[in-house]
């Protein structure tokens, strides 16, 4: 059992080495980190939407922000968009799971305002849905994926594909990701 475990945390040691090793990706967290702080400077909200693990990862980030992160500072606005479970479950049942977050973002959504989807797949409809919505309001979409990024590379503005398969692995990933950005944003605003 105990090479087991040594197993898995060497695999999430080597997906985050390799996302150490991209350039590419190192350089997609400096520009959404960048892009975050100009849209709450400029007056505008972070949304933030998932499914199942990704959602709790979308909460918790949300939460990064409106909360507090490192520093006591002023909250900024900042949702995870599936909890209101009024909404959700009204919007699931009347139109279709499909369309819950699409339908939030054409509602509360403003030009200038961050989507950030998360998806270890890359093709939940409902996140992709969501960001096609946002760019056609003109926000600006940030994409967290696995390996390749799916169906969210076409809408995502921002793409950080984890290099990995393994869903686990790849949420692991995500919040260190989104640690990271949230960091950074709160240094650069605070």
Not at 23 to 34: A, F, G, M, R, S
Not at 41 to 47: A, E, I, Q, S, T
Not at 83 to 96: E, K, M, R
Not at 147 to 159: R, T, W
């Amino acid at each position: 059992m105990q090479q087991t475990i040594k197993d898995i945390l060497q695999a999430s040691i080597d997906t985050k080495q390799q996302v150490l090793n991209s350039p590419e990706l190192l350089k997609n967290v400096e520009q959404i980190t960048n892009t975050i702080v100009s849209a709450f400077k400029g007056g505008n909200k972070v949304l933030f939407c998932g499914n199942g693990g990704s959602a709790a990862d979308a909460q918790h980030l949300a939460a990064e922000f409106s909360g507090r992160f490192y520093s006591d500072r002023d909250p900024l606005p900042s949702e995870a968009l599936h909890c209101n479970t009024s909404f959700l479950t009204a919007v699931a049942n009347d139109y279709g799971y499909d369309v819950v977050y699409s339908r939030m973002i054409k509602g509360i959504g403003r030009k200038g305002d961050v989507l950030v989807g998360l998806s270890t797949s890359g093709n939940s409809v409902n996140i992709v849905n969501a960001m096609t919505q946002a760019k056609e309001l003109g926000m600006i979409t940030v994409g967290f994926t696995g390996e390749g990024g799916g169906k969210m590379k076409a809408v995502s503005d921002f793409l950080l594909d984890v290099p990995s398969k393994d869903t686990p692995r790849i949420q692991e990933t995500h919040i260190t990701l989104g640690h990271i950005i949230c960091q950074l944003v709160e240094q650069k605003l605070f």
